[in-house]
């Protein structure tokens, strides 16, 4: 590849700098928003120095498709409502990975000569690009309610690794026999493309948080590999940071629900035995005395769950916390890692209602405070709050660590029904002595305890 002028390479290192500095700006909620515009300025500095190159070409299109995809992102992420963010994430994810593997087969059909290094780098972009778009469609279409059900096929484990080892030795082809014929390519395309769907389908929403996190190193990584075969550092440094994040995150992701990777991708989360019995019952409350319960007490800690997103009752949460505090209560809130539908998700909702960061504790941070609080408030979770994740080895969540709220003095616990989480396992939290339910969306509920602390003053 040619020399390229020294503005163009300032260009793409100063962009590059800024991805780095945003996105160590997004490893704290206070500085989140800073990073973002950080990151988006480089982004903008990288393209201006694009269209810098000397002797580029095809300028229309490139403005052309920038100004399409500017401008459906803007609308779209104007108009996306927060609990839909999980599969706005996975989708823009997935369209990280099909440029990826779209810059590929664009080189690949062009049949102009590249190194060994060179084309295997392209091979590994593009087969890790298409798995992460078909896959993130498939995330995608799982949390919008498009698909409602894993799909698991017979032997589903063993046509994995078939369709794997032949995207394998499809991409060991086409860096044997460089330039790749046409059809190759295809097949190649087409086998990368499958693995994606296939491999995706079987898996839960329970487990969606690993596989954003998942699919968002794969891109990155992809990105990283596609910079390469460009000659263009920027991309090189963006999708070796973005893969290293997204690395990092899984594991940690994974780390909270302690499965390794492989159970989450390949085992199905289904209890390995019948269960252990769980003894009591269900006891209700109403929104009067669930009130009377937080308005007079010293320590409350708040559980945020999907229920919470769902109902878009953050603003009520925050409104009754406000009271709370206004009458002496001590109110936190305490975030599970896996809550929700992608990593972070109640932090991004309770920092839309205002709650503000010194409130909002992790899971680690928390947890040795529920055997002092007089109220835990359970509010749309489930799993994450299952003490049979501790106690019952039968589970399919037996393990994975979980917010100690059944050590309250009191639980209180807003639901829309009697339904089990998206494991499928019961919870026995619920059937606790200190254990109240209180039926119904969160924010109704949360609107009928407000007007009852309001009237006790």
């Given amino acids: ?18 991805f780095i500095f945003g996105l160590k700006g997004m490893s704290s909620p206070a500085s989140a928003r800073k990073g973002i515009v950080l990151a988006g300025y480089g982004m903008l500095i990288a ?19 920038l100004g399409l995809g500017g401008a459906a992102a803007w609308i779209s992420g104007k108009k996306v409502k927060m609990t839909d963010m999980p599969q706005m994430v996975a989708i823009y994810n997935g369209m990280g990975g099909g440029a990826a593997a779209a810059i590929a087969a664009i080189e690949f059909a062009k049949g102009d000569a590249h190194s060994t290094v060179t084309t295997i780098l392209a091979v590994l972009g593009a087969l890790i690009g298409a798995v992460s778009f078909t896959g993130s469609c498939v995330a995608w279409a799982k949390l919008q309610g498009v698909l409602k059900k894993a799909i698991r096929l017979p032997a589903q484990n063993a046509v994995n690794v078939i369709l794997a080892l032949n995207a394998i030795g499809l991409g060991i082809a086409m860096v044997a026999f460089a330039p790749a014929k046409p059809e190759l390519i295809l097949f190649f395309f087409a086998i990368s493309l499958i693995l994606g769907l296939i491999v995706t389908l079987p898996i839960g ?4 948080p690993v596989v954003i996190s998942l699919f968002n190193a794969f891109t990155g990584l992809a990105v990283g590999f596609e910079g390469y075969v460009l000659g ?7 999708g070796i940071v973005v893969g290293a994040a997204g690395t990092l995150l899984t594991q940690l992701m994974a780390k909270a629900m302690n499965r390794p990777l492989s159970n989450i991708l390949f085992t199905p989360m289904v209890a390995s035995g019948p269960g252990e019995a769980i003894s009591g019952s269900m006891k209700e409350v109403g929104p009067i005395d669930a009130a009377a319960m937080m308005r007079y007490a010293s320590k409350v800690i708040i559980v945020p769950g999907y229920g919470m997103a769902v109902a878009h009752a953050q603003h009520k949460v925050w409104e009754m916390t406000s009271i709370l505090e206004e009458a002496g209560v ?37 947890n040795g405070e529920f055997g002092q609080a007089d109220v835990a408030l359970i509010i749309g979770a489930n799993d994450v709050v299952n003490p049979s994740a ?24 807003i639901k829309r029904g009697k339904g089990t989480g998206y494991s499928g396992v019961e919870n026995a939290l619920f059937y606790t002595d200190n254990c109240r339910m209180l039926y119904g969306d969160a924010q109704p509920m949360a609107g009928e305890i407000i007007q009852h602390l309001k009237a006790m003053g």
């Fill in 1 to 18: 590849m040619m020399s390229l002028p020294l503005y163009v390479q300032g260009a793409w290192f100063l962009g590059a700098l800024l």
């Fill in 47 to 65: 393209i201006a120095g694009t269209f810098l190159v000397p002797g580029l070409k095809n300028l229309a299109l490139m403005v052309a498709a």
């Fill in 205 to 208: 929403g329970a487990d969606m």
């Fill in 232 to 238: 263009n550092p920027a991309l090189i440094i963006a």
């Fill in 330 to 366: 001590e109110v936190k809130f305490a975030i599970h890692p896996v809550a929700g539908r992608m990593p972070g998700h109640m932090n991004v909702l309770l920092a839309e209602a205002g709650v503000p960061y010194d409130k909002i504790f992790d899971l680690e941070e928390i």
């Fill in 390 to 413: 501790r106690t019952d080895k039968a589970s399919s969540i037996y393990g994975m660590p979980i917010l100690n709220a059944d050590q309250a003095q009191n639980v209180i616990v």
